[in-house]
């Protein structure tokens, strides 16, 4: 069975880093920092093309990750950014 996203939530576009530069964010992204390419909807409008970072085409959705509702995602995403970043 496929987890399907909250449509709207965004959190996984606004949780994570992302390492690498990619279109409009040479740079990447920093964990909490909201995408560029997240629109007033919290709608990837890069979902399905190309130009979408390959962190975000590997990443799939499921219950442990995304909770039931959108602020569960946002916090067990912080959490995962938090965990799994290397320390200095």
């Known amino acids: 069975m496929t987890f399907a996203c909250r449509l ?14 990619f279109l409009g964010m040479p740079n990447g992204k920093r ?29 799939r959705p499921e219950p442990s990750m995304c909770g039931t509702k959108d602020t569960e995602a946002m916090a067990i995403l912080t959490w995962l950014e938090q965990a799994t970043h290397p320390t200095t």
């Not at 709207?8 to 530069?21: Q, V």
């Not at 390419?37 to 190309?50: E, Q, S, Y």
């Open 8 to 21: 709207g939530c965004g959190a996984c576009c606004i949780a994570p880093s992302i390492t690498t530069p």
């Open 31 to 59: 964990a909490g920092e909201r995408c560029v390419h997240l629109d007033a909807a919290n709608l990837c409008v890069l979902f399905g093309r190309p130009e979408r970072p390959r962190f975000c085409s590997d990443l």
